[in-house]
């Protein structure tokens, strides 16, 4: 996984203040793997409740997570109760490693 354990703490931690306490945060794509450079951080958001405002929050999420990665291209999906499963989220579900 190429992000440092302080990256993830403070990732973690922000989406779980905005999101939930119960939220889990996924990242997936090229990042988790070590062998790979450059690249993307894609990170699921997956919460056992309905969320408000979906699109608003993934912005806020994202523009936080790229704020505190240095200006790296962040995005995030969220997967929610209400969210039909799409073939996105079924690849990071199965791929994805848990911050």
Same mark, same amino acid.
């Given at each position: 996984? !190429?992000?440092?354990t302080?990256? !993830?703490?403070?990732?973690?931690?922000?989406?779980?203040?905005?999101?939930?306490? &119960?939220?889990?945060?996924?990242?997936?794509?090229?990042?988790? &793997?070590?062998?790979?450079?450059?690249?993307?951080?894609?990170?699921?958001? !997956?919460?056992?409740r309905?969320?408000?405002?979906p @699109?608003?929050?993934?912005?806020?999420?994202?523009?936080? %997570?790229?704020?505190?990665?240095?200006? !790296?291209? @962040? &995005?995030?999906?969220?997967? &929610?109760?209400?969210?039909?499963?799409?073939?996105?989220?079924?690849? %990071?579900?199965?791929?994805? @490693?848990?911050?």
């Open positions: 996984m !190429r992000l440092s302080e990256q !993830r703490l403070a990732v973690k931690a922000h989406f779980s203040h905005e999101v939930g306490a &119960d939220c889990e945060v996924l990242l997936f794509g090229s990042r988790t &793997d070590d062998e790979h450079r450059g690249g993307d951080v894609d990170l699921l958001v !997956r919460s056992p309905p969320l408000q405002r @699109v608003w929050l993934a912005a806020r999420l994202a523009a936080y %997570a790229e704020r505190l990665l240095g200006g !790296r291209r @962040v &995005d995030v999906l969220l997967l &929610d109760p209400a969210t039909k499963l799409q073939p996105i989220h079924a690849a %990071a579900l199965a791929t994805g @490693v848990v911050l």
